[in-house]
């Protein structure tokens, strides 16, 4: 092997190891969690409607009693959480540290249904409002087309003047011709 050829390869080799080097291209040490976004926010709405119940409210009153009282009415060698109760301060403050963002995204999740909602209302209303205006517009023109339609009175008159006409012309025409008759003889 040449010296040109092991310049390549030591500039190859430390390409390799400066692209390798760049950002995001770490190796972790921690496993890649990768969770589904759907699955996680159903798990964040049962949770939050969870904690909307009274059910919810009873149980974690139930639990804070009983520690308080465990804590107070036991022998001293039996409680682990002292007066000042720090152990369930912590232990309600964790609660509340992950309730919080969980409540939070459900919110979200349930704000962009109700805004998919709204807009497939709109879309709705705006065709239900072209589809009476259309339907306006054609009874507009059935009225007017039903105005000049003829009625049966109206043919029943029309009628009755042809044939009157008609019996006139035919009386003149036969009293023309009896006239014309009697020349004759």
């Known amino acids: 092997m040449s010296e040109r050829d092991a310049e390549r390869a030591t500039r190859r080799e430390r390409a390799d190891r400066e692209r390798l080097n760049t950002p995001g291209r770490q190796t972790r040490r921690l496993p ?4 589904d976004a759907d699955s996680f926010g159903q ?3 049962g949770f939050a409607r969870f904690m909307g119940t009274p059910s919810f409210l009873l149980w974690m009153t139930l639990i804070i009693i009983s520690w308080v ?5 036991m ?3 039996l409680r682990f959480d002292e007066f000042p109760f720090i152990f369930l301060t912590l ?3 964790l609660q509340a540290s992950y309730a919080a963002p969980l409540i939070l995204l459900a919110q979200n999740r349930q704000e962009a249904r109700d805004r ?3 807009e497939q209302d709109r879309r709705q209303a ?5 589809d009476m205006d259309f339907l306006a517009r054609e009874i507009a023109s059935v009225r007017m087309n039903v105005g000049e ?3 049966r009175d109206f043919i029943r008159r029309e009628l009755r003047e042809a044939i009157a006409e008609q019996a006139e012309a035919d009386r003149q025409k036969t009293g023309v011709t009896e006239e014309s008759g009697e020349d004759d003889r």
Do not use: D, G, Y
């Open 43 to 45: 798990f964040a709405e």
């Open 75 to 77: 022998p001293p060698s």
């Open 116 to 118: 998919i909602s709204v």
């Open 149 to 151: 339609l003829a009625t």
């Open 69 to 73: 009282l465990w804590n107070v009415l």
């Open 32 to 35: 890649n969690l990768k969770l």
């Open 91 to 93: 232990a309600l403050s």
């Open 126 to 130: 705006a065709q239900s409002r072209a």
